[in-house]
């Protein structure tokens, strides 16, 4: 999963911004996880949002792979936030009985990166003291 295949990982700033799509087969899932799991190593990086806005559905593979990639990320120090998950998507994580255990999870990317200390440059502006 890199830019070639549609899901690039951004840096932006110390914090990197990724996705994932349901047709995650294993070879693909663990290609990604060594690109991230580097990057943040490599990087200095403090946080992951890892946007699920494009899943329709979810099963438990897809389920242990953000499991394992916010494990992984915790360890590598990063904070990690799973962000746009569809309530179709959290439904069928209850019925299955699956539960992303420490995976923190925002609305969206937007919310993501709040909780990652970001906040939006017209917020800052506004709160910045302007010279008389």
């Known amino acids: 999963m890199n830019a ?11 914090v990197l911004l990724t996705g994932l799509l349901s047709d995650l087969d294993d070879k693909t899932a663990l ?16 946080g992951v949002v890892i946007d699920i806005s494009r899943l329709e559905i979810i099963d438990s593979f897809v389920a242990r792979v953000l499991m394992q990639l916010a494990d992984t990320g915790r360890l590598l120090g990063a904070r990690m ?3 746009g998950m569809r309530p179709a998507v959290a439904i069928t994580l209850s019925e299955l009985g699956l539960q992303l255990t420490g995976v923190r999870t925002a609305l969206n990317a937007e919310q993501a990166m709040e909780l990652l200390g970001w906040r939006r440059p017209v917020e800052a502006a506004e709160e910045a003291p302007h010279a008389p």
């Not at 690039?8 to 110390?14: E, S, T």
């Not at 290609?31 to 403090?46: K, P």
């Open 4 to 14: 070639q295949e549609g899901l690039p990982i951004l840096r932006l700033g110390d």
């Open 31 to 46: 290609r990604f996880t060594e690109e991230l799991t580097a990057r943040i190593s490599d990087e200095g990086i403090r």
């Open 81 to 83: 936030v799973v962000a």
